[in-house]
């Protein structure tokens, strides 16, 4: 009945939570990381378009549209919850080792990891409840493809 009267007089987070995906839920954890150290770069942002067209299947023609869909709802979210609560009820814990892996790529696109941005992932991995080993496993993974980057 709650859900009804919230339908009823309008409630916007009530219709957001019913269009909620993955897609959604990850392109909105991906781009919050994105601006987490106050900066959100041209290459980050191209990184998080690279990551959907690859794990979503996205077409190149959607994207764009999609992730106008992803910021506006990244935008009216106050929390990170409802992306989070999507991400535990949904994904197994290899889907969620690979989201934590997508969020450590952005954050080191752009040369270096913030601070801010570390803060952020180790919320979320927690938030999603996936293993400390795993939260590691995945920054060290994308730290040494990033080091061995920066040698070359």
């Not at 080792?97 to 952020?120: N, T």
């Not at 979320?124 to 920054?139: E, T, V, W």
């Amino acid at each position: 009945m709650f859900d009804f009267l919230k339908k009823l007089l309008g409630d916007e987070q009530a219709e957001n939570s019913e269009t909620m995906s993955l897609e959604l839920a990850c392109a909105s954890l991906l781009i919050e990381v994105s601006k987490s150290d106050y900066k959100q770069e041209p290459a980050e942002v191209e990184k998080i378009h690279h990551l959907l067209i690859q794990h979503f299947h996205l077409s190149d023609d959607d994207i764009d549209n999609f992730m106008a869909r992803a910021h506006r709802q990244n935008q009216d979210s106050t929390s990170l919850y409802p992306f989070t609560r999507y991400i535990n009820d949904n994904c197994n814990n290899e889907e969620k080792f690979r989201l934590v892996k997508a969020l450590w790529e952005v954050a080191a696109e752009d040369g270096e990891i913030d601070k801010y941005e570390e803060h952020l992932i180790r919320k979320i991995a927690d938030l999603i409840y996936l293993p400390h080993r795993d939260f590691i496993r995945a920054k060290l993974q994308v730290c040494s493809s990033l080091d061995s980057d920066q040698s070359q």
